[in-house]
Structures are given as C-alpha cells and as structure tokens.
C-alpha cells in the first residue's frame, strides 16, 4: 500500500497503533517504547542479538547497534537489556522473513 510521503504516524503514542501490541512496552510516562536488544535488527530479540553483542569490543564514547541503553558506552548494562527482553517481538509476520 502507498502511502503520502507528507503523512505522519506516531508509533510513540499507543501501542495498539502497532502490528502488534507485543511489539511495544508503555513507559511510565505514557510513550510507547520499542524492546531494547535487538542488536542486530532483525526484529526479534533472541541470541544471535547476544552473539553480536558478545563479540564485539567494550567502547567508549560511541553508538553503536549494541549500546542497547543509547548511554555512549557498550558494555555489560547494554547486555542486561537484551537479557531482560530477549524473545520479545517475536510476533511471526514480523520477526521472521
């Protein structure tokens, strides 16, 4: 389906305006979060996610797809946010090509 390259959509304000509800968490200030973890952007958290993160160098001052908590820093911390969220967003139509 096309769609209007002017149009908006804001997926941060409900939850239920996703595919899937599973696909998002509610913060506790009412935005619409996606699962922090899917390192490797396949659209499921699962372990190659960990794999990804496992290889890969601790680093300073630097986003990367790793840094799941977006603080500039890879390291441990970023590996409890996959552990905590891993298997979400596993809704089939999304999570598998």
Do not use: C
Request: no cysteine; aromatic share 18%; proline share 2%.
């Amino acid at each position: 389906m096309a769609l209007d390259n002017n149009m908006f959509f804001d997926f941060a304000s409900n939850i239920n305006q996703a595919f899937s509800p599973a696909q998002q968490k509610t913060s506790t200030d009412g935005y619409a979060l996606l699962w922090a973890g899917d390192f490797t952007q396949n659209h499921s958290i699962q372990n190659l996610d960990y794999d990804d993160w496992k290889t890969k160098p601790a680093q300073l001052n630097v986003y990367t797809f790793t840094d799941a908590n977006l603080d500039g820093v890879m390291q441990v911390t970023d590996f409890y946010f996959w552990y905590t969220n891993r298997s979400k967003m596993g809704v089939a139509e999304v999570g598998y090509f």
